[in-house]
Structures are given as C-alpha cells and as structure tokens.
C-alpha cells in the first residue's frame, strides 16, 4: 500500500482503518469473511502482526489501472496509521470500532456482530481471531 503517513515507533500500538477500493460490498456470504479472517492469522503467526481489537464489515474489489504487478485489488491505497499514545485513547478507539455495525444497522449492540472483537472486550469471551496483549 503506497501511503503518505508512516508508522514512525514500530513497538508502538496503533489504529489502522483499511478501506476496500469503490466501496462494493461483497461480504454477503461466510467464505469472504474467512479469506479475510485466515489472511489475517497467517499474518499473526509469520508476519507478527499484532491485533488488540477488529471488526470487518466490507469487502470490495477494483483494480486501479496503475497496478501493473497484479491482476487484483482489494483495499485502496494508503492507510491513515494513528499511534495510540495512552489507554483511554485505546478505549476509545476500541468502542469506537466495535460500534461500526450498531451505526449501520446490521446489529442493536456490538457483540452480536460476529466478525468483531467486542464479545472479547464486553463478554469476556475468545472470538474467531485471537487477540494479542494490549502493550499499554
């Protein structure tokens, strides 16, 4: 992903929205989501990404002209990293994403969204994607 902002403390924590080129939603179905959800605990386990908190709620596809080296595409270019400087900001961006689905109408609270973190936080149990230790 080409990006104008940079991640500048590689031990630090921070948020990270990703959003699918010309937003056509495609996770209408189960295997979407688990393409996505494997993605992301292969890059755990070999890439050490580290993940404190999620949701997913769209998946789309474009290829930009420009994208010579691939015949895909999936998220747009660039990403707006935010460093997560004390634990009351990582709460609020916690609420803040788990509350995603209630806003768009796909669940009345967030821990009945399935593919989110927030049956971790709010009911203390394990969901599809292990969490890390939050760092803070």
């Known amino acids: 992903m080409r990006s104008d902002y940079k991640i500048y403390d590689p031990g630090g924590v921070y948020t990270i ?3 699918i080129v010309e937003w056509i939603p495609i996770f209408t179905s189960k295997p979407y989501f688990e393409i996505l ?4 605990q292969f890059c755990q386990t070999q890439k ?3 993940i404190y908190a999620y949701v997913i709620l769209l998946l789309e596809f474009y290829k930009k002209k420009h994208k010579r080296d691939s015949q895909y595409q999936l998220w747009q270019e660039g990403f ?3 460093q997560i400087m004390s634990d ?3 709460r609020q961006k916690v609420k803040y994403i788990h509350y995603n689905p209630v806003k768009r109408g796909y669940v009345e609270s967030p821990e009945y969204w399935y ?3 927030a049956g971790d936080f709010l009911l203390n149990r394990s969901g599809i994607i292990q969490l890390d230790p939050v760092p803070l």
């Open 17 to 19: 929205t990703s959003t």
């Open 37 to 40: 959800i494997n993605s992301m």
């Open 48 to 50: 050490n990404l580290k």
């Open 80 to 82: 707006h990293p935010q």
């Open 88 to 90: 009351d900001m990582f």
């Open 115 to 117: 593919y989110s973190s």
